[in-house]
């Protein structure tokens, strides 16, 4: 346990060094030497002047050594050239400095005597053991200078990149994410096959595509295709996370050219899929998107009656989301005779009762104002028969939609009156 603190943390400040070993019973074992052989004794002449001489180093030891709790500018960092004066001091005379290597030469004096007395072997032996204290001291103090120096040099130990990547998805990392972590994300995705890492790093990656700089560092690293790949994962809620996160994606349009490829299986698992299911309603956002400018709505001609399955048999929210995608393409001219010739039940009139949702109806409403005014930018007469009686030209152009829209001037809602009024009536 080091001074003030547990080894290997500072105890007080970033600059102050802790010993791996006891500094303090250092320092009190050496003052236990010094008092030992620096005792007034009757019985010892010359030979007990020298032994004073050699305690009053072992006691300057003792305060270099205690001397250095204090500040890390006391030490010279390993491969300085010289010793500084403190540590000249710690070390005894003749050996060798622990962390550099260098020799101090003994210093000029008498020469003790020798004699067969007990008391000058005992000393002898307490100078060994101090001299042993302190390099043992000053080699773990090396240790502990190397070690600290990989820590902050970012030369020693790294986190691996597959654990840091996995830390950007445990909720740990709430900024945006920067170039190299979505790097290191993108990696773990394409790498790992543990389901719960792919959808945590679909979380991360879809929440970070909502930023627009993030759409782009994304697609520049590659990252489209490989969270489009897990959108065919058979994992309902792998497809689910891919799908949210493709549909962050698509809001930037050069993102779309990428991810138009993946259009026409979304809209399998759309409409095959479970009814109200959360895939399902990801994928109508995504197709959502995708159908903001008329650039790649074609690819949904194919689907527009499934899209009028999808709105009459669901609940409100996938009612509201079909509505949405609805919408995008009746403001296209060139897809207005697409939605016309739909072939859809006649149960779609029921949208424009009086007791349905607001936000159903108003955007029921509006999906039918977008296609009247289509009609009249193509020059088409609506009474023009080129569509069959169970299409949705023939549903929104005859006498039951136009006794609905009479019977909705009279809702109690100013913003559904305002929507009819601006319908033509028939």
Known sequence: MGLGGSAGKPASGGSVPVWPLGARGVCVALHRVRFASTSPSPHLGEAAQTRRGQSGRAYNLSRAVSGRRSSDSHFLSPGAGGLHPARAAAVPAGLADPCTGAHEPPAPGPTPRTGSSGSMGGARDAGWVAAGLVLGAGACYCIYRLMRGQRRGGHGLRLRPSQSAEDLTNGSCDDILNAEQLQKLLYLLESTEDPVIIERALVTLGNNAAFSANQVI????????????????????????????????????????????????????????????????????????????????????????????????????????????????????????????????????????????????????????????????????????TFTKDSLFFLLYGEECAQKMRALLNHHDADVKEKVTVIPKF
């Open 218 to 385: 994304i697609r520049e690293l590659g990252g489209i295709p490989i969270v489009g790949s897990k959108s065919n994962d058979p994992n309902h809620s792998i497809k689910e996370k891919a799908l949210n996160a493709l549909n962050n994606l698509s809001v930037n349009v050069e993102n779309q050219i990428k991810i138009k490829v993946y259009v026409n299986q979304v809209c399998e698992d759309v409409f095959s899929g479970p009814l109200n299911s959360p895939v399902q309603l990801a994928g109508l956002r995504l197709l959502t998107n995708m159908t903001v400018t008329n650039d790649h709505q074609h690819m949904l001609t194919s689907y527009i009656t499934d899209l009028f399955h999808v709105l009459l048999t669901g609940n409100g929210s996938t009612k509201v989301q079909v509505l949405k995608l609805l919408l995008n393409l009746s403001e296209n001219p060139a897809m207005t005779e697409g939605l016309l010739g739909a072939q859809v039940d006649s149960s779609f009139l029921s949208l424009y009762d009086g007791h349905t949702a607001k936000e159903i109806l108003l955007r029921a409403l509006t999906l039918f104002q977008n296609i009247n005014n289509c009609l009249k930018k193509e020059g088409h007469l609506a009474s023009q028969p």
